[in-house]
């Protein structure tokens, strides 16, 4: 279960407050983003009282699509609980940290070296390795770890996702897998894949001996560099110039060059201390070669092996040779995903609370899983056949049936079934929600509008069902219906949040109009119509700007409503990228 952390007050600059807002007893809302989130205590504001609060930081950013916060999340990294911002920056508040940051309240801290990619997506989760905050997004790298599409920070360290397993392979079917195969002759034993994480690695970079670069062991190894042990970094070892030896080219001749430009050039290197003076690369005899595709050649076993072929034994010819399997060698696989992170959920189909994510990937190492997958803790699981498309949005949502894992996003069909946009998933099969929308949905939210819980999703549609209902729809399990007249423009964001009145539906987008009212950005729903956050919202939000995520975030005296995304002069203001929607419970707060 999801356990919401006491987040210490955010201290921020804020607007100008007028109007007081007076506390009330606590009372319970609906699930926000999470269905397992405790009662939250909300202040009974009039909505008026709520203003935008400035998170300090983002104002040196430039303010367009380049760069921007993409995802919130709140964590107890041990020091107390922080909000956490994902993103595309290379720094916040004067502190390098690229693409994710902390802010305890007062100041920005970084991630250990962050990550070298956008962030799209964050989430808390204890997958058996404790609490942890999951990142995922479009990098490669994170800290110093190869942690491809996802990662964990578990407050002071970055891990990856996923075991690296040893299996002896041709060297096609390794490459195949996605796989890397390693030296010629290499069987797997306990040893022979530790893992991906970059460590220093002296090679010969363009043939110039004594060369380092920081690189996972498998890459090292494929340039043939001399890895230099897990956690080592180039400013930690010296790579000596080393000294030439020769080296028999595929073409039989022969050249004196240090081992790790040997193994670059396709050749075989002949030993510490022997020059090509003593070494015939030439008249060498000529032996049976099994090439990897089973085939059979005569050729001299240097060029056998550069040819990443077997060869058979001094003397031996095809005409006596049986080549019917091809070698094998030890193949690393990694589990690491090979598509981008887009978002996150927990949910427990009968086997515990897992991890489940959706995105852009198509394979976990050998693992098929098509956009959408299961983390167990220790391996991803396929949910059937995947979706044939991007999966951006995840929720947990009971219409009736049970609660079940409800998936939004650009594709078509999800595990074989017609699904169009929106597809619910019960733990063992997908099934589609009345047909589905005309076009792609880019995000979903549950909110009770006074009929019953219902799910709601936003995108780029203009039907659901057969019916028209521009840009935002609602299910209640048995049939779609619009929002009144909806919006203009497609939708990017949804969020419930009690503002003191009641729980309504947030939504954001590139709309400027809300059925019939002005709502440039962002607007509210309370169940039976439209309004704008407040009565001159014209002048609150710069159309130009892009709202990315709506978060109803716990800091602790009330939930606030995080506005995130590519950002500029919010309430006639230099804000940049984030702000916070918020009624503070006395007029000392301000």
Sequence with gaps: ?????????????????????????????????????????????DTSA??????????????????????????????????YVGGIFDSVGGVDSRNIARFNGQSWSPLGDGVDGPVHALYVHDDGTGSALFAGGEFARAGNVD?????????????????????????????????????????????????????????????????????????????????????????????????PEACCLPTHDCTDVARPTCGILGGVAQGDGVSCSAIDCDNRPTQACCLSSGSCVDLPDTACLAADGMPSGDGSSCADAVCTNAPLVACCLNAALDGPVLTFAEFDAGDGTQLYLGGGFGQAGSIDLHGIARWDGQTYHSLGTGVDNLAVGLILFDDGRGLALYAAGAFITAGGVT?????????????????????????????????????????????????????????????????????????????AFNDGDATQLYVAGEFTRAGDVDAPLIARWNGREWSPLIADSRTEFDAAGRIVTLDALDTGAEISLFIAGSLTNVAATETRHIVRWTCYPDADSR
């Design 1 to 45: 279960m999801f356990r919401r952390p006491a987040f210490a007050s955010l201290v921020v600059a804020t607007l100008s407050l007028d109007v007081a807002c007076t506390p009330a007893p606590p009372v319970v809302t609906p699930p926000i983003d999470q269905p397992a989130l405790d009662a939250l205590p909300v202040p009974e504001c």
């Design 50 to 83: 709520y203003r935008f609060a400035v998170l300090p930081g983002f104002e040196s950013l430039p303010a367009d699509a380049s760069t921007g916060v993409r995802a919130l999340a709140v964590f107890d990294d041990g020091s107390g609980p922080g909000l």
């Design 147 to 243: 942690a491809r599409f996802i990662a964990r920070w578990n407050g002071s360290a970055w891990s990856a996702l996923g075991e690296t397993t040893c299996s002896d392979l041709t060297r096609d079917d390794c490459l195949a897998a996605g796989g890397t195969p390693l030296d010629r002759g290499s069987r797997c034993d306990p040893t022979s894949c530790p893992g991906f994480p970059v460590e220093a690695c002296c090679f010969d970079p363009f043939g110039q001996s004594g060369g380092c670069a920081e690189m996972s062991r498998d890459e090292c190894l494929s340039l043939a560099g001399l890895p230099q042990g897990h956690d080592t970094d180039c400013a930690s070892v010296q790579c000596l110039a080393r000294s």
């Design 419 to 495: 699904v169009n946009g929106v597809a619910r998933w019960d733990g063992s099969e997908w099934s589609s929600l009345g047909g589905g929308l005309s076009s792609a949905a880019t995000a979903l939210a549950v909110f009770d509008d006074g009929t019953g819980p219902g799910l709601h999703a936003g995108g780029v549609f203009t039907l659901a069902g057969t019916g028209p209902v521009n840009f935002i729809a609602r299910w209640n399990g048995n049939e779609w219906s619009p929002l009144g007249a909806g919006l203009d423009a497609r939708v990017s964001a949804l969020a």
